[in-house]
């Protein structure tokens, strides 16, 4: 048995120099093999095997295909729909409120929530919160000599599918000022527009 163990291994010996290939050799790569699995050769070499195929678009992926860039279309304020039960009053597109704003003989009544108001809002504007209706109530007695001596009067919310500006204007309709309108693009669109915004609680004078 030892005499057959001692010729195998001679054999081994002389099957791995006819490749190039010591016996220390081959031991220290069968180490590496171990150490770096699915590698041929060890560290810096190419992996074995399928490889995970980049996926279109997914760009956290090493070697990912970018997708094709997605363009959000800008939101069309001028296109919103009028509710029926808003059509008694104006409303107002970009250009028109703008241009009334800049004419200086305009009230802006800011609809939003107060704590809104006093951390932006149209310049001038004065704020009429809807709810709760205590500090609707509360503005409105405030603010009256302005309501009063203004030329027009233009109610603002948050722009696309916010109603409490026409909500607001509804009440200001049934009290009789029917010189008012609603600001189509509201808060949003002043932004856009990056046009002058205001801080504060109170409206300062312009």
Same mark, same amino acid.
């Given at each position: 048995?030892?005499?057959?163990?001692?010729? =195998?291994?001679?054999? #081994?010996?002389? @099957? +791995?120099?006819?490749?190039?290939?010591?016996? !220390?050799? /081959?031991? $220290? *790569?069968?180490?590496?093999?171990?150490?770096?699995?699915?590698?041929?050769?060890?560290?810096?070499?190419?992996?074995?095997?399928?490889?995970?195929?980049?996926?279109?678009?997914?760009?956290?992926?090493?070697?990912?295909?970018?997708?094709?860039?997605?363009?959000?279309?800008?939101?069309?304020?001028?296109?919103?729909?009028?509710?029926?039960?808003?059509?008694?009053?104006?409303?107002?597109?970009?250009?028109?409120?703008? =241009?009334?704003?800049? #004419?200086?003989? @305009? +009230?802006?009544?800011?609809?939003?929530?107060? !704590?809104? /108001?006093? $951390? *932006?809002?149209?310049?001038?504007?004065?704020?009429?919160?809807?709810?709760?209706?205590?500090?609707?109530?509360?503005?409105?007695?405030?603010?009256?000599?302005?309501?009063?001596?203004?030329?027009?009067?233009?109610?603002?919310?948050?722009?696309?599918?916010?109603?409490?500006?026409?909500?607001?204007?509804?009440?200001?309709?049934?009290?009789?000022?029917?010189?008012?309108?609603?600001?189509?693009?509201?808060?949003?669109?002043?932004?856009?527009?990056?046009?002058?915004?205001?801080?504060?609680?109170?409206?300062?004078?312009?």
């Amino acid at each position: 048995m030892k005499r057959l163990l001692i010729s =195998a291994l001679t054999l #081994a010996a002389a @099957s +791995l120099g006819a490749y190039g290939v010591s016996p !220390s050799q /081959y031991t $220290q *790569g069968r180490a590496q093999d171990n150490q770096y699995p699915g590698q041929v050769g060890g560290p810096g070499q190419a992996p074995s095997g399928p490889q995970p195929q980049p996926m279109p678009g997914n760009a956290t992926y090493p070697g990912a295909v970018p997708g094709p860039a997605v363009t959000q279309a800008p939101q069309d304020f001028d296109a919103m729909a009028i509710p029926d039960w808003a059509k008694a009053w104006k409303h107002y597109h970009w250009e028109e409120a703008k =241009a009334a704003w800049e #004419a200086k003989d @305009s +009230l802006f009544i800011d609809a939003r929530a107060k !704590s809104e /108001y006093d $951390q *932006g809002h149209i310049p001038g504007a004065i704020p009429l919160p809807l709810n709760p209706q205590t500090d609707y109530d509360k503005y409105y007695a405030l603010y009256l000599p302005k309501i009063k001596a203004a030329k027009h009067l233009i109610t603002y919310c948050h722009g696309a599918g916010c109603q409490l500006s026409n909500k607001v204007a509804q009440k200001l309709w049934d009290k009789g000022y029917h010189n008012l309108g609603s600001f189509f693009g509201g808060w949003p669109q002043w932004n856009e527009h990056k046009m002058p915004i205001e801080t504060g609680g109170t409206p300062q004078p312009r």
